[in-house]
């Protein structure tokens, strides 16, 4: 059996590479959890998708086998596997959660509109789809489903959950991903617009109908993410803050599996649920989900059979991995590592001050990060935008914007010294010890260590590091309790605003309050252009951004996946959500 246990139906070229949320979201795990962004979005606006027969190319098959085969293999066979998770998620509730964690869960205990499969966009919930000529109104029609507790799901429960990410009330971080829906800001943010007056509606219990307020060309792509997946309204109101989604007693999903016990910070388990539209078709009954953070330790469960999923490895074992264990796989991912400044009134003044940041972005090696730290095939990161997102010219975006002079070596470092002596700090004389916070996980730490040690060795800067679990990292992070922070982002849809839309002011994710007022109008103003046009203001708002440094981009991710090879049809979709859904395992 070569390699089959994970299912590469989704173009993507298995490369020399490392694993990252999220992104889609958010990313928590080691260095690069995330997928390859390369998909094209069906801008086909007056094409009607009248895929409503639910036919076999609905889903993602994932092995060469034939389908009496399987069938057969899941009669013989317990299916059941374990998956290390890694982090325990903030959040399990879609319209709440940020991160891959989260959204990895949530991709198979829920389901949207269209799922991704192979680059293209399939029916999920809705049966079909048009879209107006001015590619401004979606029309949704719904299929038959149910909840996971039996009852009807309706185009009104779409309509209850995208709202409800939007009352100002939720505070949903992700609450900005519905952007591209008429007056969906302006309710968001108070700023005159009723949850009446927001695009969406549902006409009847099978229609939802979506007015954009300008035609967005991955708008379709957006509905496959978790924050537009349905929730229910009984279920949310009986736990609070998104608690109901980690109770099994409270739960309620319409995907492939349902949650029937989380342990906090240990596990989660999922059964496949009964009521799900094409439960016939899952033959996976049970995922045990654990959340053990150390590489180490998880990759010695693995290798001890107690996992059979596994989403990271020691940064040390990757090269002698990626020669000689065929159940190791490297993926191509659109997602930038980086560190952020805290850019606060209230913070240190020294990280006010650009030659400071501009000398501490020289002062790293990248070339060598990722070549002698990761070595995972990672790429050095010269802008913020990753390779595999295309201009509407069909260029790439990352070629065309170059790399701002921003080194990948040590070419800089006289450069870097000179700006932080102009500054007042020759050789860091002077210079306040920092603090920089990770999210507690060994890659992190290792990379954390590695830019601790060019900070002091290239320019005479002490960097003390701190870390904590995830959830507290988040909390600390937002609430600016650090000088320097680790971040990483991996992107939601295949266009630059994925990426550059986290840096305006007040935006939910701009972590490090850097304020730029032509920052932030370049990409508000980008829903309201086509074309080059539109492309030309994520050009200069970047250009933007690598001029001000309120981050420093470290490295591009790539994605590490480990699959036990009598577990077939594990798939990630090219932005990197999980799908167990066509899981089949086979005797050992």
């Not at 949310?236 to 998104?242: F, K, N, S």
């Not at 999903?253 to 016939?280: I, T």
């Not at 899952?282 to 999923?309: F, H, P, R």
């Not at 002596?421 to 920092?434: D, K, M, R, S, V």
Request: net charge negative.
């Amino acid at each position: 059996m070569i390699k089959k246990g994970l299912a590469l139906l989704l173009s993507m070229t298995l490369v020399v590479g490392a694993f990252v949320s999220c992104g889609n979201k958010e990313d928590n795990s080691n260095s690069a959890n995330s997928s390859n962004s390369t998909q094209n979005e069906s801008t086909d606006k007056n094409k009607d998708n009248d895929n409503d027969k639910d036919k076999d190319e609905d889903k993602n098959t994932t092995n060469n086998g034939d389908k009496d085969e399987e069938q057969d293999v899941a009669k013989d066979v317990p299916q059941e596997i374990v998956w290390n998770l890694g982090a325990n998620p903030r959040h399990l509730d879609p319209g709440l959660n940020s991160a891959t964690d989260g959204g990895d869960v949530g991709n198979n205990l829920f389901e949207g509109l269209v799922r991704e499969f192979n680059g293209e966009y399939k029916p999920g919930i809705a049966k079909s789809w048009e879209v107006s000529d001015d590619g401004l109104v979606y029309t949704f029609h719904l299929r038959d489903s149910k909840w996971s507790d039996g009852t009807p799901l309706t185009a009104n429960d779409f309509e209850y959950a995208w709202k409800r990410v939007l009352d100002p009330e939720t505070a949903s971080e992700y609450a900005f991903i519905m952007d591209p829906i008429l007056n969906a800001t302006e309710y968001n943010l108070g700023e005159g617009a009723t949850a009446d007056e927001v695009g969406v509606k549902a006409i009847d219990e099978k229609t939802l109908q979506v007015t954009l307020k300008s035609p967005t060309p991955y708008f379709l792509g957006l509905t496959a993410f978790y924050t537009y997946f349905p929730v229910n309204k009984k279920a949310v109101e009986a736990g609070e803050d998104g608690l109901w989604a980690k109770q099994p007693e409270n739960f309620i999903g319409n995907g492939p599996f349902k949650l029937v016990e989380y342990v906090d910070s240990h596990r989660l388990v999922m059964v496949k649920n009964e009521h799900y539209w094409k439960a016939d078709d899952v033959k996976l009954e049970k995922i045990t989900a654990k959340m053990i953070v150390e590489d180490s330790t998880a990759y010695t469960a693995y290798q001890n059979g107690e996992i059979q999923v596994l989403n990271s490895v020691p940064n040390d074992l990757i090269p002698q991995l990626m020669v000689e264990d065929p159940e190791f796989y490297v993926l191509p991912v659109i997602g930038t590592y980086y560190y952020m400044f805290n850019m606060r009134d209230d913070s240190i003044p020294q990280l006010q001050d650009l030659r400071v940041r501009k000398a501490m972005a020289y002062a790293i090696d990248r070339k060598e990060l990722v070549e002698q730290v990761l070595k995972g095939g990672q790429l050095p990161a010269p802008g913020f935008v990753p390779p595999g997102i295309l201009d509407a010219e069909g260029n790439e975006f990352r070629t065309v914007a170059g790399d701002y002079g921003m080194p990948s070596d040590d070419s800089k470092l006289e450069e870097a010294k000179a700006l932080l002596a102009e500054a007042g700090y020759p050789n860091g004389e002077g210079f306040p010890t920092l603090d920089l916070k990770y999210n507690t996980n060994e890659s992190h730490k290792t990379m954390a260590e590695a830019v601790q040690a060019m900070w002091k060795k290239n320019l005479g800067i002490n960097v003390e590091l701190s870390n904590s679990e995830w959830a507290v990292f988040q909390e600390d992070r937002r609430n600016g309790r650090y000088d320097v922070a680790r971040g990483g982002w991996l992107g939601d849809y295949s266009d630059p605003n994925t990426m550059l839309d986290l840096f305006i002011i007040d935006g939910s994710m701009n972590d490090s309050k850097w304020v730029n007022e032509e920052y932030t109008r370049l990409i508000q103003e980008a829903p309201f252009l086509n074309g080059q046009e539109r492309m030309e203001n994520f050009y200069k708002a970047e250009k933007i951004l690598m001029e001000e440094l309120p981050i420093v981009p470290v490295y591009f991710y790539t994605d590490f996946f480990m699959v036990k090879s009598n577990v077939i049809g594990v798939s990630k979709t090219k932005l990197n959500s999980l799908w167990l859904g066509d899981v089949i395992v086979e005797a050992e």
